[in-house]
């Protein structure tokens, strides 16, 4: 076993319970998005627009930290801190999942009213991450350089601008647009760069 791989079992089991805890929300919702009360009359539970977009939003950001990790593969070794960092990065994405979906979706007749309690720590989360993922790169002089280009950068830079307005204008059109934004900054990565 390489180290990658030893390292790689505890970043890809906590990164796969987040993804399975954005799926098992969405589904708990949509469970109630389409039941029906005792009486046989729709419920009165919509799951609205912001909280899917918000989970569709964190689980193309979190294949973009599984690539992530493909990518620096041979930098990898075994040591007490990359393990601890390893763990608390993968612990915070999860934590960001946990976050998306409520635990108890039928408490909330509107899941937007959720998305604005939670959205800023999510976000705030994200950009930690991001901060957190530049440093390591940063630290490693092979790859330095190639990061520094004015593409990455502004890239970089236009994600946690997104980031942080969606965390600063509480509009729900504004958010939708936002997430949006996000979304397809992701899409137009991995399908065309």
Do not use: C, N
Not at 9 to 25: H, P, T
Not at 45 to 61: E, Q
Not at 78 to 95: D, H, K
Request: glycine share 6%.
């Amino acid at each position: 076993m390489t180290d990658f791989e030893f390292i790689f079992v505890l970043y890809a089991l906590l990164l796969g319970l987040s993804l399975v805890e954005l799926l098992s929300g969405l589904g708990r919702a949509l469970e109630l998005e389409f039941a029906y009360d005792a009486k046989g009359q729709e419920a009165k539970f919509a799951i609205g627009w912001l909280t899917p977009l918000m989970a569709i939003f964190v689980m193309v950001d979190l294949m973009s930290f599984w690539m992530f990790a493909w990518t620096v593969r041979p930098l990898i070794t075994v040591t007490a801190p990359m393990l601890l960092g390893v763990m608390t990065f993968a612990s915070s994405y999860y934590l960001a999942a946990r976050l998306v979906f409520p635990g108890d979706p039928d408490r909330f007749r509107d899941l937007d009213t959720h998305y604005f309690r939670v959205s800023r720590t999510i976000f705030g989360i994200l950009i930690a991450l991001v901060a957190a993922q530049w440093a390591y790169l940063l630290s490693i002089e092979a790859i330095r350089s190639s990061l520094l280009t004015p593409v990455s950068v502004g890239l970089t830079v236009l994600f946690v601008g997104l980031m942080v307005a969606a965390m600063i204008f509480r509009d729900r059109r504004v958010q939708a647009i936002l997430l949006v934004a996000l979304i397809t900054r992701y899409l137009v990565l991995y399908l065309f760069i």
